[in-house]
């Protein structure tokens, strides 16, 4: 039988009261097994709830209060691993000799629940999906990437990769809400693929509430790889022109413009970034969709009561470069802002989240950088300030002889720091 370590227990908390200590194992929750975080959190939110621990039982009655436990890893459970060999995965495109947590790939629908990755689907068994029902989560984000069945398997090198609709239709039948995501490849599912995909996904509303299209990232690193074309400005536009129409219709048809665009197309395609109010609720703005119209919104928005006397410099990827460029000078005309091309993963790389603390020291030593530099925390892990390969950033600011100030992707957080 399954068995959890606790590793503490928070003071004051019903299981604190109810005697349970930091040690104790605990094999079952009224009668079921403790699997993982999802069922300690189902299992315990009832008003009577017995403990069934390695050497006693506890009876607590909670009242659908938190129990105060707490477990080595946030899962309880190890993270379940992904399966598939997708022609995209940025994971197998990664450097050499980085650090092995890098390189692990994750495809496990209680990290979609609790932190919003995006999953597959095919890494799922019967339990899973029974689980997923049973326990009624209230979202799970999902990969999709194309819904023709055999493309599907082509694409993610997985033979249950096909089913993906039929998985769908039962979790929206069950009244869970899905966003999903589509990696678009030129010339594999874009164009009338994508135009099925998109229909496909639509007919599942209001369950799967958006679909966002963004293009896939190809390194440098791609020896032995499946062979993709990036998208350059004609194919961008043709994305763009697409997208539009469906959103037209789908306005028309189900109440919302449901599929958006990662602000890159945009970019690729030389065109303007949607208005703020096109983004609607900004449901896929983790996805890089709607990033721009949001941060010009709160850059905008926000007012500078008084200018700072500390002369600084930002940092950004290249795709974001004109973008931010434009914003600062229009308020701070003598900050500098600095693009750093991505020598690291390869030129084609050119959003700010992958930049490299060794690429920003290789580009910026020996410039006039002020007494400050400002990065978005996206280059750097979370709570950290460890940058993708294992710099940090005392490391550059020791390099570079400059502080460095990491910011939220806030635009009235970066006007303020100006």
């Given amino acids: 039988m399954m068995m ?3 590793k503490n227990v928070k003071l004051n908390s019903l299981s604190d009261v109810a005697g349970v200590r930091a040690g104790d194992v605990l094999v079952s929750i009224n009668g079921k097994p403790v699997v993982d975080f999802l069922d300690y959190m189902y299992l315990s939110s009832d008003s009577h709830v017995v403990l069934e621990l390695n050497d ?8 659908y209060e938190n129990l105060g436990l707490e477990f080595e890893t ?3 459970d190890a993270p379940k691993r992904c399966h598939n060999k997708c022609i995209f995965c940025f994971i197998d495109q990664n450097a050499p000799n980085m650090r092995e947590s890098i390189y692990f790939k994750d495809d496990d629908y209680r990290l979609s629940f609790l932190q919003g990755n995006y999953i597959s689907l095919t890494n799922l068994t019967e339990a899973d999906i029974t689980k997923i029902i049973e326990y009624n989560l209230p979202r799970i984000n999902v990969s999709v990437h194309t819904t023709n069945p055999q493309l599907r ?5 997985n033979s249950n990769a096909g089913n993906v609709l039929e998985i769908m239709r039962r979790f929206a039948d069950a009244g869970i809400s899905m966003n999903c995501q589509i990696v678009l490849c030129r010339g594999v599912n874009d164009g009338e693929e994508l135009l099925r995909t998109i229909e496909d996904l639509a007919k599942l509303s209001p369950a799967v509430e958006s679909v966002s299209v963004v293009p896939v990232g190809l390194t440098k690193y791609r020896e032995g790889l499946a062979e993709l074309i990036p998208f350059d400005k004609e194919s961008a536009s043709a994305v763009v022109a697409a997208v539009g129409e469906c959103q037209v219709e789908l306005l028309d048809g189900v109440g919302t413009r449901f599929v958006f665009l990662a602000d890159e197309f945009y970019l690729l395609a030389e065109q303007a970034i949607p208005t703020f109010e096109e983004y609607e609720d900004f449901l896929q703005i983790e996805n890089g969709v709607g990033m721009m119209a949001s941060f010009i919104q709160e850059f905008e928005e926000t007012e500078i009561l008084k200018s700072s006397e500390t002369k600084k410099s930002i940092i950004t990827g ?3 470069y004109e973008f931010i460029s434009e914003l600062v000078k229009s308020v701070s005309p003598e900050t500098q802002v600095f693009a750093i091309k991505n020598e690291f993963f390869g030129e084609r790389i050119t959003v700010a989240g992958l930049v490299t603390g060794q690429d920003i020291i290789n580009q910026l030593r020996g410039k006039s950088l002020g007494d400050e530099i400002l990065i978005p925390k996206c280059m750097l892990r979370a709570d950290s300030t460890v940058f993708l390969d294992d710099i940090t950033v005392e490391d550059v ?3 570079l002889n400059v502080k460095v100030k990491a910011l939220t992707i806030d635009g009235s957080e970066l006007k303020l720091s100006l």
């Fill in 318 to 320: 290249v795709a974001a």
């Fill in 56 to 63: 006693r039982t506890v009876e607590i009655e909670a009242d």
């Fill in 153 to 157: 398997v082509e694409m993610l090198h």
């Fill in 397 to 399: 600011e020791r390099e």
């Fill in 4 to 6: 959890t370590k606790i």
């Fill in 74 to 76: 946030m899962l309880i």
